[in-house]
T-cell receptor, first 111, second 113 residues
Framework: SQKIEQNSEALNIQEGKTATLTCNYT??????LQWYRQDPGRGPVFLLL?????KEKRKERLKVTFDTTLKQSLFHITASQPADSATYLC??????????FGKGTRLSVIA | DSGVTQTPKHLITATGQRVTLRCSPR?????VYWYQQSLDQGLQFLIQ???????AKGNILERFSAQQFPDLHSELNLSSLELGDSALYFC????????????FGEGSWLTVV
């Protein structure tokens, strides 16, 4: 069955640094991949979508890469701020069935 | 505000009982999804409806059922509740295209005691 792994459960970084989160997957070749942000006790919020034929996508301080050979996506937050502290989820398209989500990485940005 | 409304926000009930969770999708969205999130399992897809019909089924237990009504709101029914059903249940909605953004509600916290 398909497996999605996000590199770590938690990541702590200093304010101003770049946070890099990893999403690895197996047993599937998704047409696209999405990243969501989730705050404690709240619903996930969509951030970015990247298609299989796109290497990189940017939105303000966010950047996502998608390497279909490595079966990996990297999610970067540059100039991180304490307000960026949240859990970040990657989600894969599985064709005609809804997105499957990773368990997420909890990011803490320390001032 | 995602535009997806879920009720109730919190619910405490006893084992063996039955509860109904309700969801109103974003205006114009025809697809409704239900997800379950627990600490150890992450966000698990349960079921999807599109314009009133079941579109896809995930890891939904037989004790659980859902439906989408003509006005597009949806209900998730959980019966014979067990302690392990305690979780955050999310409803989400999207448009008809495969790549359309999925918008999540704020969730319904279910505690089974």
């Amino acid at each position: 069955s398909q497996k999605i792994e996000q590199n770590s459960e938690a990541l702590n970084i200093q304010e101003g640094k770049t946070a890099t989160l990893t999403c690895n997957y197996t047993n599937y070749s998704p047409a696209y991949l999405q990243w969501y942000r989730q705050d404690p006790g709240r619903g996930p919020v969509f951030l970015l979508l990247i298609r299989e034929n796109e290497k990189e996508k940017r939105k303000e301080r966010l950047k996502v890469t998608f390497d279909t050979t490595l079966k990996q996506s990297l999610f970067h937050i540059t100039a991180s701020q304490p307000a960026d502290s949240a859990t970040y989820l990657c989600a894969l398209d599985r064709g005609n069935t809804p997105l499957v989500f990773g368990k997420g990485t909890r990011l803490s940005v320390i001032a | 505000d995602s535009g997806v409304t879920q009720t109730p926000k919190h619910l405490i009930t006893a084992t063996g009982q039955r509860v109904t969770l309700r969801c109103s999708p974003r205006s114009g969205d025809l697809s409704v999804y239900w997800y379950q999130q627990s600490l150890d399992q992450g966000l698990q897809f349960l079921i999807q409806y599109y314009n009133g019909e079941e579109r896809a089924k995930g890891n939904i237990l037989e004790r659980f059922s859902a439906q989408q009504f003509p006005d597009l709101h949806s209900e998730l029914n959980l019966s014979s509740l067990e302690l392990g059903d305690s979780a955050l249940y999310f409803c989400a909605s999207s448009g008809y295209r495969r790549e359309d953004t999925i918008y999540f509600g704020e969730g319904s916290w279910l505690t089974v005691v």
